[in-house]
């Protein structure tokens, strides 16, 4: 990168074959009216030769932080234009709590994270459903990190997906007290302190695990230190005992990312394996 004259020169031509044969999607950022119908910046992913006059199935992409955002880059994880390769429109909600929308609105969600995010989310699926490309009643959603966990609240809460992927996520906020993140003193203060306790219940996922009724893949790895595979375990083995259909992939050598190449490619191979079994193509 030259930063006085802003121009990049490209250093690998490794891949320049594969890509010549790979058809890339478009994308857009909108604006629809979230929580508290304040705007929410979104990203939608269309696939390749995409038909507006066709119905495409929707899938929700949830990102991690909460206080992270999704920016117009690619990257190996959670990789849109793969998704959208599949035949999905995918969309990716900065909602509240995400950064780049400055300070007030990432803070928002402090230490409610399971409600405007939510909500947030949901109308992220109503603004999807009301396009005349959308097909409706074929809708899923998944994240990693927080966004596996805003998808575990999204499992015990009203939703209009016909299956979820769950990776890396906070189910359980009262074991997460043994993740790395735990070392320092919590800044609202620990959910033994007075009056924390009902914002902890009020937030945990584990807590509505009776509503449970939505198709789930459970993904996990063994190294993770920020969010514990115990919670892994605990999400798949309620939904096992609910008979919610679920399946766990789980990865003895990865942490909180899949990184390694052909972890990577059986990652995306699972999660396809998934949607394709509950939300099948149309007819």
Request: net charge neutral.
């Amino acid at each position: 990168l030259d930063p006085r004259r802003g121009s990049a020169r490209k250093l690998s031509t490794i891949n320049d074959a594969l890509l010549a044969d790979t058809a890339m999607g478009t994308f857009e950022s909108v604006t629809y009216a979230g929580a508290k119908g304040e705007d929410i910046q979104m990203w939608v992913n269309y696939p390749a030769g995409f038909d507006r006059t066709k119905k495409y199935p929707v899938y929700v992409v949830i990102h991690g932080g909460p206080h992270n955002g999704v920016t117009n880059a690619m990257q190996f994880r959670w990789n849109a234009q793969v998704f959208a390769s599949w035949g999905y429109v995918v969309i990716q909600p900065n909602f509240h709590g995400s950064s780049g929308f400055g300070e007030k609105f990432a803070d928002s969600i402090n230490p409610e994270w399971a409600q405007m995010p939510y909500e947030d989310v949901i109308k992220s699926a109503e603004w999807a459903a009301a396009q005349p490309w959308a097909d409706a009643d074929r809708m899923v959603a998944g994240g990693g990190s927080y966004g596996g966990y805003l998808t575990s609240v999204i499992l015990g809460r009203e939703h209009p997906f016909k299956a979820l992927v769950a990776h890396a996520k906070v189910y359980n906020l009262y074991t997460q007290y043994a993740a790395d993140f735990a070392t320092t003193v919590p800044r609202f203060g620990g959910f033994w302190e007075e009056g924390n306790r009902e914002i902890t219940d009020r937030n945990t996922p584990h807590f509505s695990a009776g509503n449970f009724k939505t198709p789930t893949l459970v993904i996990h790895g063994q190294r993770d230190l920020r969010v514990p595979v115990n919670h892994g375990i605990e999400l798949f083995q309620t939904l096992l005992v609910k008979g919610v259909p679920t399946r766990l992939v789980y990865f003895p050598d990865e942490n909180h990312w899949v990184l390694k190449p052909q972890n990577s490619v059986f990652w995306y191979s699972e999660v396809r394996r998934w949607l394709d079994q509950y939300n099948p193509p149309a007819g």
